[in-house]
């Protein structure tokens, strides 16, 4: 395989999703979240500053251009150092789509000005006390009221994942959500009273999507919460401290992993107490990834999968 041809099946296979979290906290302690069995979210931990430039950078060298979000158990908006991540990401990272998941309790205008001035591509806010009630317009209008823009005209973009609505500002999307309660998973068995049987799902996320914890952790997925025993065992990939974004991307372990998907021999204890129906995303993906794994490399490609 020539050089050329390598890195274009490497880019291919890229994640187009990367949750980088560069704190612990938030404000709320929602039931369907592990934070609300977990002390974590209350503590202020915080990615350090040069393991958050070694990630960018790593992302750097492979010209990385999906969406990037800068969450994942923890509320973006309480990150004191989010507008200069944000701004060190627009100069690095230019072809890169910022994205933020907010609760939306510290959504307002000033904010989305400043937001919008570092270039964020989208924003989305879960409107989590609308959740299973009939007067979700009426928080939806609440929220548009904060931000100036109840005149706006809503998109619905609603999926089954949730009701969906979109608004357009400055070239940044909005996009309210009201999550749909059948479609959450049980995070990888942390909430016990959201487990199901659903066997015929395909879970698209080691494929298609990768989470790093603000210690650096490359996880399984973004459903791991490394304060669990378990998910802390046998959830992790390793680390970007001591090794690069592709390494550990394409690393044995993580292929392994992706070859017991596609072979439906799943044995990770974690993945088989988690439900996840993600087919939207990209099938497309998955038939590069098996040409891939069952492709012997060569030596050449030895050092990204090492």
């Known amino acids: ?24 906290y938030c404000n709320r302690r929602c039931s369907w979240c592990p934070n ?4 974590r979210s209350q503590l202020r ?91 979700y317009k009426e928080v939806l209008f609440n929220n548009l009221k904060k931000i ?16 969906k609505y979109k608004i357009d500002s400055s070239g940044m999307q909005i996009i309210y959500y009201v999550p749909n309660p059948k479609m959450m998973t049980s995070r990888g068995g942390i909430i016990k009273n959201l487990e199901k049987s659903n066997k015929n799902i395909f879970c698209f996320l080691p494929f298609s999507s990768s989470a790093i914890d603000y210690r650096g952790n490359m996880k399984i997925c973004c459903e791991v919460y490394p304060e669990n025993n378990l998910h802390k065992k046998i959830g992790l990939i390793g680390n970007l401290k001591k090794k690069s974004f592709s390494d550990l991307w394409f690393s044995n372990k993580y292929n392994l992993l992706r ?17 996840r129906n993600n087919n939207n995303i990209h099938h497309k993906k998955i038939s590069e990834w098996k040409k891939f794994l069952k492709t012997k490399l060569l030596k050449h490609d030895q050092k990204h999968t090492n």
């Open 45 to 135: 931990n915080f990615i350090s500053f040069n393991l958050f430039m070694k990630i960018i950078n790593d992302l750097k060298e492979i010209n990385y251009d999906g969406q990037l979000a800068l969450h994942n158990y923890n509320e973006p908006l309480l990150d004191p150092n989010l507008y200069k991540y944000l701004g060190i990401i627009k100069t690095k990272l230019p072809k890169a789509k910022v994205v933020l998941f907010t609760n939306g309790d510290y959504f307002e205008k000033i904010v989305l000005k400043k937001l919008e001035k570092n270039g964020v591509f989208s924003i989305c806010i879960s409107l989590h006390d609308a959740i299973g009630k009939d007067n």
């Open 148 to 163: 100036g823009k109840e005149d706006y005209r809503l998109k619905d973009v609603s999926d089954v994942f949730g009701r």
């Open 36 to 39: 609300s069995k977990y002390k």
């Open 1 to 24: 395989m020539s050089d050329s041809r390598n890195q274009e099946v490497f880019k291919n296979l890229m994640p187009g999703f990367i949750e980088l979290e560069t704190s612990t």
């Open 259 to 275: 070859k017991s998907f596609l072979s439906n021999n799943i044995k990770n204890r974690l993945c088989l107490k988690c439900l």
